[in-house]
């Protein structure tokens, strides 16, 4: 009998190298900064430095703003660099995505991608609508289906698509720009 076991899962508590070797440098930044911040009440060894987390709440379009704010506030006091992950859900991740595939990045302000996502908005996100039909009858028929599986559906459904689409290619573009792109 064949297993159905995928091959690339793993069965494990425990992090794994790769994750391993960038806890431990990234911790070394942290020290840094909380040094910076914290004077002696900080850590005083990587050994001390605690894994924080920037995490964005979904909620589409107004998390993508809110969480993009975020990063930017926090940038600008000095104390992005005093987290060790960030993470998001819905809109939050869209922000992410766009600022963790940006070629320059981490060398740029948060700002500059805030910018740019604005740009694609104000440029193109009513083309979808008013140049598209395929794609507004492509997209009604997956929402269609939804409601036909039982799940509810909203407007927030259709924005999300919008906005997904919309985003999706200006990321696939960072990453094409970084090799990165499959």
């Known amino acids: 009998m064949k297993s159905t076991t995928p091959s690339d899962l793993r069965y494990n508590i425990e992090l794994c190298n790769g994750e391993k070797a960038f806890l431990q440098k990234r911790k070394k930044i942290v020290l840094e900064a909380m040094k910076k911040h914290l004077g002696e009440r900080g850590p005083k060894s990587v050994n001390e430095v605690p894994n924080l987390v920037i995490l964005g709440a979904g909620g589409g379009f ?50 500059v991608v805030k910018n740019e996502m604005r740009d694609i908005f104000e440029d193109n996100w009513m083309m979808k609508f008013l140049f598209s039909p395929s794609w507004l009858i492509n997209h009604l028929k997956i929402i269609q289906g939804k409601k036909e599986r039982g799940q509810p559906v909203s407007f927030t459904d259709f924005f999300g698509y919008l906005i997904g689409d919309v985003l999706r290619v200006k990321v696939n573009i960072h990453l094409l720009l970084r090799g990165l792109f499959l």
């Not at 000095?78 to 963790?100: K, V």
Request: charged share 10%.
């Open 62 to 111: 107004r998390a993508m703003v809110y969480f993009s704010g975020v990063f930017c506030a926090l940038k600008d006091m000095g104390l992005f660099d005093c987290c060790t992950y960030t993470s998001g859900l819905s809109g939050s991740n869209w922000f992410l995505s766009m600022l963790y595939s940006h070629p320059e990045w981490p060398k740029i302000h948060p700002q």
